[in-house]
């Protein structure tokens, strides 16, 4: 058996994932510098794409035209080759509820730390990291080849104001919280508090009044930070000057950013 009759075998049996490890456990008497050869060859061709160090995904017939596979494919398969817990976050997320207003060109991944090396060619994935992943905030869908794990709305808000800076930034942030908030229970975002900042349910409440124009969650989300205690005021964006025209509010948000959201 060659190495691709022993790729297509496993193919046609539903595992469109391997390993360089695997391979050498199933061809022993071949060498590390022959695998590699053989593997390179068949990169080449458009059969198999190097998605990670030593990590390989069979390319679908649907894809090879364009020559890439979709991380959403093979990333629950990656992340337990990898060993950690992940989810789709960001715009990634938020288009799991045709939120995202343009659907994002990559594809947005959180995990924990330490960082993921992944092969140079691999431009699909942008990855975020987190000191532990909320798993009970986490939901998961049913993808091509498996499961896909992703956060729910409440998760997803918290992380698009947390993390704008990965996704250009407040006013990206607020035009996809315009469409998320439909999504979102205000009441939820409770039990996510001990995952994010108290900055960052600030920033979230002064969006939801002031920019959003959403004053009913507002108010149920300012309650929940009322509960939190004392919190310092802060600039909606950090690393420029407040502005000193900004009214005070109860946020103790100085909007130091003008935010105008896009057409829907």
Do not use: C
Request: charged share 20%.
């Amino acid at each position: 058996m060659t190495i691709h009759d022993w790729i297509r075998y496993r193919e046609i049996r539903g595992h469109v994932t391997f390993s360089v490890e695997e391979l050498k456990s199933a061809f022993g008497e071949k060498s590390a510098a022959t695998i590699k050869t053989e593997l390179s060859r068949l990169v080449k061709k458009g059969y198999i794409s190097s998605v990670y160090r030593g990590f390989y995904v069979v390319v679908p017939v649907h894809y090879q035209l364009k020559g890439v596979v979709p991380p959403v494919y093979y990333i629950d398969m990656l992340m337990r080759y990898v060993g950690k817990p992940y989810y789709l976050s960001l715009l990634s997320a938020a288009a799991m509820y045709g939120a995202a207003h343009q659907q994002p060109m990559i594809t947005q991944v959180t995990t924990i730390a330490p960082r993921i090396k992944l092969s140079s060619k691999n431009l699909l994935l942008n990855w975020n990291y987190r000191k532990v992943i909320p798993k009970a905030f986490l939901l998961t869908k049913n993808g091509e080849m498996g499961v896909v794990r992703y956060s729910n709305p409440e998760l997803t808000a918290i992380d698009l104001v947390q993390f704008a800076d990965h996704i250009g930034g407040y006013q990206r942030a607020s035009t996809v919280l315009a469409e998320l908030v439909e999504a979102m229970d205000m009441g939820k975002v409770a039990d996510v508090v001990p995952y994010t900042t108290i900055a960052t349910l600030q920033r979230l409440g002064y969006l939801l009044e002031f920019v959003l124009e959403e004053q009913e969650m507002a108010d149920v989300l300012f309650l929940i930070l009322k509960e939190q205690g004392k919190w310092n005021s802060i600039s909606l964006r950090n690393g420029r000057p407040k502005k000193e025209t900004a009214q005070s509010n109860r946020w103790h948000v100085n909007g130091n950013v003008e935010i105008e959201i896009d057409d829907l």
